[in-house]
């Protein structure tokens, strides 16, 4: 691509002014591997610290208002309280994060558990969290399952597969007004020869059979290698059930490390299909989350910088020249059609983001700006003795 020309550059800039990326609370949280878990400076000692660093990424970035919580991780008394701390912050509480992943009642399955009064637990875990939604505000509950079985034989199938279809229609049901369930898939971990929720397809399925306030969320670390992503991407826009993204980069199975730094290609394919359906605005209803730890990088500059990368890959998407793409593609030249996507790809488009900035009154080098600022400094010398994100608690 040559010079972006001045109406292309007004709208690219209109379309990332109103992009939206929201961080999640335990990225901020210490976190590692099944082998370590690696404490940092200055880290959140409780929800309220984590908040005040999601609102530190928005204040950078300008694009990132809204913080996930994880329950029981992000546990307060008052969560209206908390909601309205982050207003005082400058951000709000967004998609409250269900966990019926780290109880050893949870050991055979959540709601999928063979055992009745296991089954209860879990549902009244996730209608504890649409209570936490009241209180909060927030419009999405999403429900990752961390249910399976480890051995051919250990459960029954189909019968696994009706209690999570009974688990979610009770919390389907118990949501009120604008509020939507959103169904997350795994294609593996912790289970590894059975997963209740591994694949788009089955989370599809149990969303139609729920109704219209239940989508997907496509995680783009629970895939195998080599899965299209954005095919799934276009196969749940066109059927209106996608509902939220956790982005992240893998290279071998759940990574969870920084949006757009292993595949950033994959990620402008991604926006591609979203920019194509006219899904990026926030009326559309998609949620952009990130959902990462930093385990060895520190970790409000990390946040930034996946930020930076979404609105990267965005801000190439957008200024894929849609005209020459859909002409070529007509007329099947194929060449000229991939061509038409690879320049867009290629544009550097950091004058353009570094512009968007100056002109929303902020840094143009969030990443710069924010290490000067001595927040990593004056968090170090406030907070002693962090609170871990949850994984390995
Ligand atoms: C599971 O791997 C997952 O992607 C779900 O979204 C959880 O809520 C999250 O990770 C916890 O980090
Ligand atoms: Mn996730
Ligand atoms: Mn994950």
């Known amino acids: 691509m040559t010079e972006i020309d001045p109406s292309t550059r007004r709208r690219v800039l209109d379309a990332l002014r109103e992009q939206r990326i929201e961080t999640p609370s ?25 908040v005040a660093d999601a609102a530190t990424v928005h204040r950078f970035t300008g694009v990132a208002p809204t913080v996930a919580l994880h329950v029981p991780w992000d546990r307060v008394d008052d969560y209206a309280a908390l909601a309205g701390y982050a207003g005082e912050q400058g951000v709000e509480l967004g998609t409250v994060n269900a966990n019926v992943f780290q109880d050893d009642d949870y050991k055979l399955g959540s709601v999928t558990n063979p055992d009745p009064a296991v089954r209860r637990k879990a549902i009244g875990h996730l209608l504890e969290c649409v209570d936490v939604m009241d209180a909060t505000g927030s419009r999405d509950l999403k429900l990752w399952f961390s249910d399976g079985t480890n051995y051919p034989g250990q459960d029954n199938t189909r019968e696994r ?18 509020q939507r369930l959103l169904l997350e898939y795994k294609l593996f971990e912790p289970a590894f020869y059975l997963t209740d929720v591994p694949d788009w397809g089955t989370a599809y399925a149990h969303c139609l059979e729920l109704g219209d306030r239940a989508q997907v969320v496509i995680d783009t670390g629970h ?18 059930k996608l509902g939220a993204f956790d982005f992240n980069s893998r290279f071998y199975a759940d990574d969870d490390l920084m949006a757009g730094a292993a595949d950033p290609f994959q990620l402008f394919r991604i926006m591609h299909e979203i920019v194509q359906a006219d899904a990026l605005r926030p009326s559309y209803g998609i949620a952009f989350m990130l959902d990462q730890c930093h385990n060895i990088e520190p970790k409000v500059q990390a946040v930034i910088r996946s930020v930076l ?22 007329c099947g030249d194929v060449l000229e059609a991939n061509a038409a996507l ?20 902020l840094d143009p080098d969030p ?8 927040h990593l400094e004056r968090v170090t010398a406030e907070r002693v003795g962090g609170q871990q994100a949850g994984w390995g608690a």
């Open 161 to 178: 597969q009706d209690r999570l279809a009974e688990a979610l229609r009770q919390a389907y049901d118990r949501l009120t007004g604008e």
């Open 342 to 361: 690879m320049d867009a790809y290629h544009t550097d488009v950091r004058p353009l983001l570094r512009e968007l900035r100056e002109e929303l009154g």
């Open 309 to 330: 990368n979404v609105q990267e890959a965005t801000a190439k998407a957008l200024l894929v020249d849609v005209a020459a793409l859909t002409a070529a593609q007509r």
């Open 26 to 50: 335990w990225a901020y949280g210490n976190s590692g591997t099944r082998f370590k878990v690696f404490t940092q400076p200055g880290v959140p000692r409780d929800p309220y610290e984590k």
């Open 367 to 374: 990443v710069a700006a924010y290490k000067r600022s001595g």
């Open 223 to 240: 895939h195998a290698p080599g899965t299209n992503i954005e095919f799934i991407v276009a196969f749940l826009l066109r059927a209106g």
